[in-house]
């Protein structure tokens, strides 16, 4: 009878553990797919391999460390309010790539080079700025927690990803009701056909790489409400984004939202029962999974 009764609290608490993982993993794979639609719109729609993309989040959650420590703004309106002048930077830093490369024809490894030395001056930046001590924010749904029955959510990583759909959602309406969206998503493939359509490839470039980095400041903010942030940690973020991009399907964001609440599930999952230094792992797994199966990826056209 004992052994009975042990036997089923040892099933009871797996079941738990495995309920709590998945909507861990649901909340922290929302927070993915915001880091990776920037890599979604610039590599997927653009063809421009930004791998600065990382720094530029972690520059968005220092942003928004300043905006909280200095002048109390939420973190969230911190990430909206400086997605105007990252966009500003996002349009002039592809007008320089434009000159420099595009028009040279050497934007595959120069331009990738590029973007490689942009993402460590970003790190020197920061690591003069701000030191190397990790750096936090303040708000009232840091701590509390909401209880869904037998769930227990913490709002720090659930108003993320709500935060996280809507940005998403409205970038796809974007993308696919707008005639500026749809000259974004046709660019790389014919920029004849946008010529003929009275718009200038390079013009749509420059904003959708805007978008894109705009979109960094607004995820930045979300990194660093789930956790505090130290300047040289964007790098860790580099291989786990492109895998979510390409496994989703390239410049496809459905696909890519989808791939990375898988991912973010997987991670979850096999960190809680195998641990932590198992999930790095499971991302480039289901990259070369999906690579073998679908290289087109999930949502992405054969």
């Not at 490369?101 to 590029?114: D, K, P, S, V």
């Not at 309406?173 to 004849?192: C, E, K, N, P």
């Not at 790095?280 to 054969?302: D, N």
Request: glycine share 12%; proline share 5%; hydrophobic share 55%.
């Amino acid at each position: 009878m004992g052994h009975a009764t042990r036997g089923e609290g040892n099933v009871g608490a797996a079941t738990s553990l495995l309920l709590d993982a998945l909507i861990s993993g649901l909340l922290i794979g929302g927070f993915y797919a915001a880091m990776a639609v920037g890599i979604s719109i610039a590599f997927g729609m653009l063809g421009i391999s930004n791998i600065a993309h990382p720094a530029f989040i972690l520059l968005g959650s220092f942003a928004a460390y300043i905006a909280n420590s200095q002048f109390g703004l939420d973190p969230l309106l911190a990430g909206l309010a400086m997605a105007p002048p990252f966009y500003l930077m996002g349009s002039l830093l592809y007008r320089g790539y434009e000159i420099a490369f595009e028009r040279r024809g050497t934007e595959l490894i120069r331009g990738l080079a590029f973007f490689f030395g942009l993402l460590f001056i970003v790190e020197v930046v920061l690591q003069l700025a701000f030191g190397v001590d990790y750096r936090l924010v303040e708000a009232p749904y840091i701590g509390p927690t909401v209880d869904l029955g037998p769930f227990t959510l913490p709002l720090r990583m659930l108003i993320p990803f709500v935060a996280s759909v809507v940005l998403i959602a409205g970038l796809q309406l974007y993308l696919t009701r707008t005639f500026t969206g749809r000259a974004i998503m046709a660019v790389s493939q014919d920029a004849l056909a946008i010529q003929l359509m009275g718009a200038s490839p390079t013009g749509i470039k420059r904003i959708a790489f805007g978008i894109a980095t705009a979109t960094a400041a607004i995820a930045g903010s979300f990194l660093i409400i789930l956790q505090p942030v130290e300047s040289s940690m964007g790098r860790d973020f580099i291989g786990r984004i492109f895998a979510i991009c390409v496994l989703g399907g390239i410049g496809s964001l459905p696909g890519m939202f989808l791939a990375a609440v898988l991912i973010g599930v997987a991670e979850s999952v096999t960190s809680t029962f195998y641990g932590p230094s198992w999930s790095p792992a499971v991302s480039f797994g289901m990259l070369l999974l999906a690579l073998v199966v679908r290289p087109a990826g999930l949502m992405g056209r054969a």
